[in-house]
């Protein structure tokens, strides 16, 4: 039985649709980590600091 082209076509964009589907379920997880992650943002620029400094933009920690 041949097998047409837009028959493979077909398949691997609904392979492609259903691989986006399952990667948009585990988006929406909560990470263990994420919090600590946030807290890591200067609330002023939204970057992220190293140490435990103030920001380069100069909003001090808090």
Same mark, same amino acid.
């Given at each position: 039985?041949? !097998?047409? !082209?837009?028959? !493979? =076509?077909?398949?691997? /964009? /609904? %392979?492609? %649709? !259903? @691989?986006? @589907? /399952?990667?948009?379920?585990? @988006?929406? &997880?909560?990470?263990? $980590?994420?919090?600590? %992650? ?9 970057? &992220?600091? =190293? @140490?435990? $400094?103030?920001?380069?933009? $100069?909003?001090?920690?808090?």
């Amino acid at each position: 039985m041949p !097998v047409s !082209v837009f028959d !493979v =076509i077909l398949k691997t /964009v /609904v %392979l492609f %649709l !259903v @691989g986006m @589907g /399952v990667l948009a379920m585990f @988006g929406k &997880y909560k990470f263990p $980590g994420q919090k600590r %992650l946030e807290n890591a943002r200067c609330p002023s620029c939204k970057r &992220y600091r =190293i @140490g435990r $400094g103030p920001c380069s933009c $100069g909003h001090k920690k808090g």
